[in-house]
């Protein structure tokens, strides 16, 4: 408990240094955010990728993961379409099925902010919760270290705790939706 205390007392810091010089930034010039359904290849995910850590309105600090999956798969084909938030905002759409992955959009400052403050609710190193059925849903945080922390439900005897199923609705929303500017 300790841990996760210091955990959100960590992030809470991060994101109010994070907010200033986000205030800076917009003040000094307006930043432009990539939208768009466009395919996107390895070199271009990783120009994207360089592009957008380069930019000063993504969170920073160890404590956060490197990566947030939300997803849902299984059922005949096995299928997983999984939505892929890196620490710079990058939403990326993988799909097994097809093997596609495409560049969504860069979520804005306050919504990663939100993120990190609703994972941070869920706990999931210290979460125990893998129930998934023929067809299951998840959420993933993957730390710096390689290191993954889940949940994974689906079975229709282990009904999951509402806060799960809550930010996954709620993000699964966020990141399939492109934003228009």
Sequence with gaps: M?????????????????????????????????????????????????????????????????????????GFSGAVTSFITQRNGTVTRHNTYNNSKVLLHNLELDVLNQLYDDLAELDLPNAKFSYPGNMYKFITMEMEDGTKHSVKWGNPSKMPPAKYMNFYSKYMGIFNTPVEK
């Design 2 to 74: 300790t841990k996760s205390i210091l955990m959100l007392i960590s992030m809470g810091f991060l994101i109010l240094i994070t907010l200033v010089a986000c205030n800076r930034e917009q003040s000094q010039s307006k930043s432009s955010t990539t939208t768009g359904n466009e395919k996107v290849s390895a070199q271009n995910t990783e120009a994207s990728t360089e592009k957008a850590a380069t930019d000063e309105r993504h969170v920073k600090g160890a404590e956060l993961p490197k990566l947030v999956t939300i997803g849902e798969g299984g």
